[in-house]
């Protein structure tokens, strides 16, 4: 298992030579500072939003400096011992202040940063950087920049605002009606015929931009992770989303597929522009007689929900997981037995807690690793205890 996860993958340094993926991971030889805040680019109205930057702490090493959110403060040692029982290493300096200016008090650090905006490039000035996520969290852009490369996407019409809808009657349904730049779903509509659009752009301001897009047949949607460098793009790790109905809600490991080829020239792209740090794409698989349809939705300039789990099972050498988002009836993570069901370095099974800060109103992201037998035993246990 372990050597599935070390195995070569293609990484491109703009001089056609291929190398391991994990010399692209080995490029970080210093210390870095996380700064995994999503304020930037999310709702401040959305429960507990504010509490996700603790989540980057299972990416850190020791001597690492991370930021997190002061109201989780109280929840350190719980965490702490967590990880400490399931063998991860993590920072040992942490910044209870999100805040992108407390990056400037630390100039010798490396950055990681959830997103790289205008708040984050004004503590970290990387101009170039933020001018291709700015471009291709568009999703009009990403429509654009993909018909130029030649990738196979959906049909898509693209819009200034609402004002400027036209041809109603022929778009394809049914169809999702997205707002051009969102994060996690937010604002996304599915509309199952006319009547529902126009229903659905009163949701909308004039001004807003807006792209109708059809509807993909199948259950199987991808995500396709990179990684680049000042060196590098490399390929990181292929998930499969886990969805219930139109809803998603975790990934997991391996996935059926992994069609590198179809989001390539743009992930190239991407780096040649200017692109750092973790990036993914959303690729959705249409299963046909005469072989699979690889179908790119859109691009996520920045970390995702797959990107935190990712990174655990890279570290502990987990081949094969699935991750979840739960709710439950408690607000503290000492409260909540894991006792049987925590995970074992030994058995390589059990449960890892990710996204933990959530916990504050309510919710978790879990890593569960096993077979896909023991993930099914382990999730029905974990629910009997957060319930």
């Not at 910044?95 to 970290?124: C, H, M, T």
């Amino acid at each position: 298992m372990a050597r599935d996860l070390q195995r070569v993958r293609h990484i491109h340094n703009g001089q056609g030579r291929v190398m391991p993926v994990h010399q692209l991971h080995d490029q970080h030889t210093g210390r870095r500072i996380f700064n995994h805040d999503i304020l930037s680019c999310t709702h401040e109205d959305v429960a507990g939003n504010h509490l996700y930057s603790g989540r980057a702490l299972g990416m850190t090493q020791p001597d690492d400096f991370i930021q997190i959110h002061p109201f989780l403060k109280r929840e350190w040692p719980a965490i702490v011992s967590h990880y400490e029982r399931i063998g991860l290493p993590h920072s040992q300096h942490v910044i209870w202040d999100v805040s992108p200016a407390q990056l400037k008090e630390y100039p010798d650090l490396e950055e990681s940063l959830f997103f790289f905006g205008p708040a984050e490039n004004r503590a970290r000035t990387h101009l170039a950087w933020e001018r291709v996520v700015t471009h291709v969290n568009d999703k009009n852009n990403f429509v654009a920049l993909a018909t130029h490369l030649r990738l196979d996407i959906p049909q898509t019409r693209c819009f200034h605002g609402k004002q400027w809808f036209a041809g109603i009657e022929y778009f394809p349904y049914p169809c999702y009606l997205k707002p051009a730049v969102s994060v996690a779903g937010k604002g996304i509509h599915r509309c199952a015929n006319q009547s529902e659009l126009i229903q659905a752009l009163a949701y909308f301001d004039e001004d807003v931009p807006l792209q109708v897009q059809e509807e993909i047949d199948t259950n199987i949607f991808l995500n396709l992770q990179y990684e680049a460098s000042e060196q590098a793009v490399g390929r990181l790790l292929a998930t499969e989303q886990v969805l219930k109905g139109f809803t998603h809600q975790g990934n997991r490991h391996p996935a059926k597929y992994a069609p590198w080829d179809a989001v390539e020239p743009m992930a190239i792209w991407m780096w040649k522009k200017g692109m750092r740090g973790i990036f993914a794409f959303d690729v959705a698989v249409v299963e046909n007689s005469g072989g699979p349809r690889f179908v790119a939705i859109e691009c996520n300039p920045r970390y995702n929900g797959a990107s935190y789990p990712s990174a655990i099972a890279r570290r502990l050498l987990i081949s094969q997981w699935i991750a979840k988002d739960f709710v439950c009836h408690y607000d503290r993570l000492a409260d909540i037995d894991l006792s049987g069901i925590e995970y074992n370095p030994t058995t390589g099974s059990g449960v890892i807690l990710v996204n933990w800060g959530t916990v504050l109103v309510g919710k978790l992201g879990v890593l569960i690793a096993g077979t896909s037998a023991q993930q099914n035993e382990l999730e029905r246990e974990l629910l009997t205890r957060l319930l």
